[in-house]
């Protein structure tokens, strides 16, 4: 088959977040800036943290989308300024929505800590629609056993957000969503039905090939609208299923933030700038707006 399935290929860039702490980042990119609502996608880790050592993400403020952490393994502590204080493990989802503006930390747990972890999950920010950019923060977890999950010839599908193959995930997204966490089994097939307008597919591990052209994990690929596809697992695969509407207009991006004007981004540095979010409780520390 010809890949006129793919619109493009976006590879993951290594990044390190500090501590030699390495993240994939995927998205934005230079020739495609969202994949439906999806502005921001780093795959974290596989990390080992020995005993003594893990992640300290400081409090640091977002505005305009909603963050959505989700990980394979290991544990985060997530802290914001709305007073949440909650531990995520794999397979269950945090989905805090910014709005006007929200801080947060993520941090190692104190026993993950103590006794050492390995880390790895995918961290996304969704931008919000025009009229939704200013909506009230909020924080909402999602346990693993909430999120609707169906099995079938080798493959075994959790909805993430939003809807898809039939089930529909009990978080509340702001526009049409397609999150899709994959795992299929050696010589496994899944088509991808074609009604979001906007689809990437991300393998996770293993290998995969869609419409029998190997596709390297760690790279995105962007489906063409419209276009009818099969994965097919040539080995024990993981893969996430991404994308949904196209929103309304340009998002800017800088830092933490994100809007559909410039003038709201330069509204919240001067507010972070002059410490004017709400703090975190129980956090002394914060990272400082970049200069």
């Avoid at 993950?112 to 009230?136: D, F, S």
């Avoid at 009818?228 to 998002?251: F, K």
Wanted: proline share 9%; with cysteine.
């Amino acid at each position: 088959m010809t890949d006129d399935w793919r619109e493009i290929e976006i590879p993951g860039r290594e990044r390190d977040l500090g501590d030699g702490f390495m993240v994939r980042r995927v998205l934005p990119f230079a020739k495609r800036r969202l994949v439906g609502p999806f502005v921001f996608f780093d795959e974290m880790g596989p990390a080992n943290f020995a005993p003594g050592q893990g992640l300290d993400v400081r409090p640091h403020p977002h505005i305009g989308l909603a963050t959505v952490t989700y990980l394979f393994e290991g544990e985060i502590l997530h802290r914001d300024s709305l007073g949440s204080v909650q531990t995520i493990q794999p397979g269950a989802v945090n989905w805090m929505t910014a709005g006007r503006g929200i801080a947060h930390s993520e941090r190692t747990p104190d026993d993950a800590r103590r006794n050492g972890q390995r880390l790895h999950g995918i961290q996304t920010w969704i931008a919000l629609p025009r009229a939704q950019e200013k909506h009230e923060p909020a924080f909402i977890h999602h346990p693993a056993d909430r999120l609707p999950q169906a099995s079938q010839d080798g493959v075994v599908l959790r909805v993430i957000a939003g809807e898809a193959f039939g089930l529909v995930s009990p978080v509340a997204v702001f526009s049409p969503t397609l999150y899709v966490a994959i795992e299929m089994a050696a010589g496994a097939t899944l088509e991808v039905p074609p009604e979001y307008k906007e689809r990437g597919v991300y393998p996770v591990s293993g290998e995969l090939e869609i419409n029998d052209t190997p596709c390297p994990v760690g790279h995105l690929q962007v489906l063409t609208p419209g276009s009818r596809v099969t994965l097919r697992a040539a080995g024990a695969t993981q893969a996430l299923l991404l994308g949904g509407d196209s929103l309304e207009g340009q998002r800017h991006i800088w830092w933490n933030f994100v809007a559909s004007e410039p003038e709201m981004i330069e509204q919240a540095k001067a507010d972070w700038r002059n410490q004017h979010f709400d703090p975190v409780p129980g956090e002394t520390e914060f990272i400082p707006l970049p200069e």
